[in-house]
Nanobody, 121 residues
Framework: QAHIVESGGGVVQPGRSLRLSCVASGDIFAIQNMAWYRQAPGKQRELVGQISRNGDAIYADSVKCRFTVSIVNGNRTGFLQMNSLKAEDTAAYYC???????????????WGQGTQVTVSA
């Protein structure tokens, strides 16, 4: 089983920055991409950003120019750098990894448990 763990969430004031981490371990042979999603109470889950193994990145329009996704350490560790945070960014943030493994064929998608980000004055 793949194991995905996010960390770095917390309570911050508007305009400040926060960096989230995503560490992938377990039965992972290769990672194709790592994506960050968020979900606020009463709202649908939305894609925040995604980065592929070759470094190609995409972002939601709402976070473009403020958030940056990156991946290091043989694609096992990723980061979501969040700058100029707004109250609207308050949500639970999740890391999703698309990967291959040693004990199954094809691709699987593994999710972390999430980390809460609250932006409030």
């Amino acid at each position: 089983q793949a194991h995905i763990v996010e960390s770095g969430g917390g309570v911050v004031q508007p305009g400040r920055s926060l960096r989230l981490s995503c560490v992938a371990s377990g039965d992972i042979f290769a990672i194709q991409n790592m994506a960050w999603y968020r979900q606020a109470p009463g709202k649908q889950r939305e894609l925040v950003g995604q980065i592929s193994r070759n470094g190609d990145a995409i972002y939601a329009d709402s976070v473009k120019c403020r958030f940056t996704v990156s991946i290091v350490n043989g694609n096992r560790t990723g980061f979501l750098q969040m700058n100029s945070l707004k109250a609207e960014d308050t949500a639970a943030y999740y890391c999703r990894v698309k990967h291959t493994g040693h004990y199954f064929s094809g691709w699987k998608r593994a999710w972390g448990q999430g980390t809460q980000v609250t932006v409030s004055a």
